[in-house]
């Protein structure tokens, strides 16, 4: 297995991540990881080292003002990840992988951005770890806006019912697995139930539930049951 590290531009702030590539010719598989609202990509290197294993190649990158990237977070829209995640996508394409067998993991506001994008990009297989939801009239806010009261913000139903993220999941025609923790502070399991029971084009669907696990997985117990689950998930669909 090779970690290179990798910088792309999106607009005037470089963007920085990880690759994780695995031995032998390829073109391989992979996997990109949407991180959550002030998380870090570094987040899911763990995870990326396990997939070379199985021959599958995978990048975790920063959003804007994440982590080892460029930008303030606190002047970043949900627009703004928006273009991030399709320029980081992008970036993927031009590695040594098999175009045809690309897949997303996306936690938290990482999972909404997936689902926001899952018609547009070439996604094969798709996992939501515990995914908010944001109407589409909200995506030029800003960030820090919902995530300095989140809890509240999602209590209000009107604040994502109307998603078209959900919209976009009904016609996702690929593999999905939704994932919840069961003690989810700051995403009400409402919200991943809905993606769950929205989803009626896909080829097959799961949804697990990580067993006493916040919303950060901050346990390594529970880090661990979600690598196990999407490494599993992604060699059986990809």
């Known amino acids: 297995m090779k970690k290179q590290n990798v910088e792309f531009k999106v607009g005037g702030d470089t963007l920085r991540g990880s ?14 990881f949407f991180h959550g609202s002030g998380g870090k990509g ?20 920063n959003f804007r003002g994440c982590g080892r990237s460029e930008g303030d977070f606190k002047e970043q829209t949900y627009r703004d990840a928006l273009d991030d995640a ?53 995506l030029k806010k800003i960030f820090r806006d919902d995530i300095d009261d989140e809890v509240k913000y ?40 809905k993606y769950f029971k929205d989803a009626v084009s896909f080829s097959k669907k799961e949804l697990k539930i990580i067993v006493g696990a916040d919303h950060r997985l901050s346990e390594q117990k529970w880090k661990d049951d979600f690598f196990d689950l999407i490494l599993s998930w992604f060699t059986e669909t990809l």
């Open 86 to 138: 399709q320029s980081a996508f992008e970036v993927l394409l031009k590695q040594n992988v098999d175009l045809d067998r690309i897949g997303v993991a996306g936690g938290s506001f990482g999972g909404f951005i997936a689902a926001m994008l899952c018609l547009r990009l070439r996604i094969k297989s798709l996992v939501l770890l515990g995914p908010s939801a944001h109407k589409e009239s909200l």
């Open 19 to 32: 690759l994780f590539i695995p031995d032998g010719k390829g073109p391989f598989p992979a996997v990109i």
């Open 42 to 61: 570094e987040k899911y290197y763990e995870a990326g080292e396990k997939f070379p294993e199985k021959g599958i190649m995978a990048f975790a990158f």
């Open 154 to 193: 999602f209590l209000v139903r009107n604040n994502w019912i109307g998603s078209e993220a959900f919209t976009n999941i009904a016609n996702f025609k690929g593999p999905l697995l939704v994932i919840k923790s069961e003690r989810d502070e700051n995403v009400p399991g409402e919200i991943p139930d």
